[in-house]
């Protein structure tokens, strides 16, 4: 049916990335029910799109919004506040999950084991700085021919 001669598949890297900030994109966030059914998190997956040499690897995040375990939620709210605050949304509100997709933000990435393997965690969100911002590229023959 398909013929797949002289076709590799992508080579993936698994590697933790080094401890450091990156500037990601949420890329999807839902609201889950934790494995217990005893709450809910709201799961994120942020592409990373500086330093470009990691431009093809993701992070993601799971952040413990209600949860039976009350110190479990307390960081899981501080979380989602300080990841609100990064990407600008005002109030004390969320009525949208999509609310925090699409928008450049900052994380701090440590390593750290987890079940004798090592792995990212994000650490903290935060807005870009203005010099991480970046101008859209105009390529000015195109855009303006006569001139």
Do not use: H, W
């Not at 890329?27 to 500086?50: D, M, N, P």
């Not at 949208?96 to 994380?107: A, E, F, H, R, T």
């Amino acid at each position: 049916m398909f013929d797949l001669t002289g076709v590799t598949a992508d080579e993936r890297n698994f590697e933790p990335l080094p401890d450091g900030n990156y500037v990601v994109v949420a890329q999807e966030a839902q609201v889950k029910e934790t494995k217990a059914r005893t709450g809910k998190y709201i799961g994120l997956k942020f592409s990373i799109s500086e330093p470009s040499e990691y431009s093809k690897r993701f992070l993601f995040a799971n952040l413990n919004v209600q949860n039976a375990n009350p110190k479990a939620q307390e960081i899981g709210l501080k979380q989602l506040r300080g990841l609100m605050d990064a990407v600008g949304i005002k109030g004390d509100k969320l009525t949208d999950v999509n609310q925090l997709v699409g928008i450049p933000l900052s994380v701090y990435v440590n390593s750290k084991e987890r079940d004798g393997k090592m792995e990212n965690k994000i650490c903290s969100f935060d807005p870009l700085a203005p010099n991480q911002m970046k101008a859209p590229s105009v390529n000015t023959k195109d855009a303006f021919p006569n001139f």
